[in-house]
């Protein structure tokens, strides 16, 4: 690596004080130039590695590089791809750590009891879906997100996104998911106790869908963990600065969603596919 420093910069500085200041000898340097070049026996995997970091919108880490070359597929482990990593200056995105306060649980409307009581497995013979608020930071004022994801395929299934928080921000992002899911009926629906949650109006709209409503125990995000954990790599992948318009956030996260978390993006908890493929898969099941 030393000699192939100085040949990189011996244009700029003489070799003698390059291989002076690198604590290497000029005859070692000039027998460098002169051996044969050895092919890059990780040439295909660098290739491989970059067009999937990039297609991660930069955003993967190893765990994620790994599985998505092993899927292609390259005999890869840990160290062999951290040590490229390294080499080709590739980095993922570290998990957001601040997530805004938006549930108002002070009020005095009927809560339900925790009927999903934490079966967030993706086996669970129960189907759920999870839902949850979060705000996005933009030039022109806070933008407020409300999502619906299916316990057992993580797939965003619906979404809505509001200049305020009024009361029909679930609701919408509710019919959204429960029109592109063509209608099922028998499902959990959890959430926190947030008044938007517990409001007549959205309380009415789930039993008229034949779902059974859900809840965390007050201030415990625990209980709804999927939603909190979707929230955190949104903010990590996509949401993570201030836009610098609501119709431009309004455009990434629609992209984010339909362009790259359900379609591509690996999922841990699905066997490190994305959501749509698992979805498909299950439907495929006799």
Same mark, same amino acid.
């Given at each position: 690596?030393?000699? !192939?420093?100085?040949? /990189?910069?011996?244009?700029? %500085? ?15 340097f000039? #027998? ?7 092919? #890059? ?7 491989d590695?970059?067009?999937?970091? !990039? ?21 890869? +482990? ?21 997530r805004?306060?938006?549930? #108002? ?11 999903? #009581? ?42 809505s ?20 899911s ?22 009415? !709209?789930? !039993?008229?869908? +034949? %779902? ?22 949104? /903010? /990590?992948?996509?949401?993570? +600065? ?16 339909? +362009? %790259?978390?359900? *379609?591509?993006?690996?999922h ?5 596919? *994305? ?12």
């Amino acid at each position: 690596m030393r000699y !192939a420093f100085v040949a /990189k910069e011996r244009a700029q %500085f003489p070799v003698r004080l390059l291989c002076r200041v690198l604590g290497v000898s000029a005859s070692g340097f000039y #027998d460098y130039l002169n051996r044969p070049v050895r092919p #890059d026996p990780d040439k295909q995997i660098r290739i491989d590695l970059r067009r999937i970091h !990039a297609a991660s919108r930069s955003t993967y880490g190893r765990p994620r590089l790994v599985e998505a070359l092993r899927q292609i597929p390259h005999r890869v +482990g840990h160290k062999r791809v951290t040590r490229l990593m390294h080499e080709e200056g590739i980095h993922g995105k570290p998990k957001a750590r601040f997530r805004p306060q938006t549930t #108002d649980s002070r009020h005095f409307q009927p809560v339900a009891r925790n009927v999903l #009581d934490r079966q967030f497995s993706v086996q669970s013979a129960n189907p759920a879906w999870v839902s949850d608020i979060t705000y996005i930071s933009t030039r022109e004022g806070w933008l407020y997100l409300a999502v619906v994801l299916s316990i057992q395929t993580r797939q965003v299934l619906g979404y809505s996104l509001a200049d305020r928080m009024p009361d029909d921000l679930v609701e919408r992002a509710f019919i959204n998911a429960w029109n592109a899911s063509l209608g099922p009926s028998g499902v959990v629906f959890h959430s926190d106790q947030g008044r938007q949650y517990t409001s007549s109006k959205f309380r009415q !709209a789930l !039993a008229e869908k +034949g %779902f059974t409503q859900s809840m965390s125990r007050k201030g415990n995000c625990w209980d709804n963990a999927v939603a909190e954990s979707f929230f955190a790599t949104l /903010k /990590k992948e996509e949401a993570s +600065g201030v836009y610098q318009s609501k119709r431009l956030a309004y455009g990434a996260i629609a992209s984010y969603i339909h +362009g %790259f978390y359900n *379609s591509s993006r690996l999922h841990s908890a699905l066997g490190y596919r *994305s959501p749509n493929a698992y979805a498909k898969g299950l439907k495929q099941k006799p």
